[in-house]
């Protein structure tokens, strides 16, 4: 039996939640294992150069907040989880261990990971994912206005990929983090 056939199979043997009447419907889309009750989607790792420049960049110009950082210096390498938190969140973070517990929790955390060694590198680079071969596309911020986000990020001198009037596809920006990857930005009630 093929793995695939193997997996399809052990998913309708279990029992299963109906995917929500609402959402969109797609070809492999299932109905949701009871076991994966309380599961999250907590972080995407990106590798970084420098972890200093990379978290002004995500503090300072898109606002996130570091929640953990996980030092391995006998396996050379740091670890950073931010979030994008709203105001009541940032009032009411916890503190020490619980804000450790309350990081691996979120949904959307960026974790950057850093490899010692590679901020000293003049000409190392990691690749973005969208040259060739092609993988690792991007992340996205929605903001609630993406004018106003693009005189931001103006003002703060940060390269663009694309401008939301360029292309075809108007009304969305990308935007390219210090070590070039491509942040999507997004105002939602354009996306329709």
Same mark, same amino acid.
């Given at each position: 039996?093929?793995?695939?056939?193997?997996?399809?199979?052990?998913?309708?043997?279990?029992?299963?939640?109906?995917?929500?009447?609402?959402?969109?419907?797609?070809?492999?889309?299932?109905?949701?294992?009871?076991?994966?009750?309380?599961?999250?989607?907590?972080?995407?790792?990106?590798?970084?150069?420098?972890?200093?420049?990379? %978290? $002004?960049?995500? +503090?300072?110009?898109?606002?996130?907040? !570091?929640? /953990?950082?996980?030092?391995?210096?006998?396996?050379? *390498?740091?670890?950073?989880? %931010? $979030?994008?938190? +709203?105001?009541?969140?940032?009032?009411? !973070?916890? /503190?020490?261990?619980?804000?450790?517990?309350?990081? *691996?929790?979120?949904?959307?955390?960026?974790?950057? +990971?850093?490899?010692?060694?590679?901020?000293?590198? /003049?000409?190392?680079?990691?690749?973005?994912?969208?040259?060739?071969?092609?993988?690792?596309?991007?992340?996205?911020?929605?903001?609630?206005?993406?004018?106003? /986000?693009?005189?931001?990020?103006?003002?703060?001198?940060?390269?663009?990929?694309?401008?939301?009037?360029?292309?075809?596809?108007?009304?969305?920006?990308?935007?390219?983090?210090?070590?070039?990857?491509?942040?999507?930005?997004?105002?939602?009630?354009?996306?329709?």
């Amino acid at each position: 039996m093929s793995t695939s056939a193997s997996h399809s199979e052990n998913v309708h043997n279990e029992a299963t939640v109906a995917q929500p009447a609402n959402s969109v419907k797609a070809d492999g889309v299932q109905s949701i294992a009871a076991q994966t009750t309380g599961f999250t989607f907590n972080h995407t790792m990106l590798r970084v150069k420098d972890p200093a420049k990379s %978290l $002004a960049f995500y +503090t300072g110009v898109l606002g996130m907040t !570091l929640l /953990a950082v996980k030092k391995f210096p006998d396996m050379g *390498f740091d670890l950073y989880f %931010l $979030a994008q938190l +709203t105001e009541s969140e940032r009032d009411n !973070l916890p /503190a020490g261990d619980d804000l450790e517990i309350f990081a *691996f929790r979120q949904r959307g955390i960026l974790e950057l +990971t850093h490899n010692y060694g590679t901020e000293t590198k /003049a000409d190392f680079s990691y690749h973005d994912g969208n040259g060739e071969p092609q993988g690792f596309g991007h992340i996205c911020f929605s903001v609630p206005s993406l004018d106003e /986000a693009v005189v931001w990020f103006d003002k703060n001198d940060v390269e663009f990929k694309k401008r939301p009037e360029e292309g075809s596809m108007k009304n969305i920006a990308f935007i390219k983090d210090v070590d070039g990857y491509w942040i999507e930005i997004v105002q939602a009630d354009l996306m329709r």
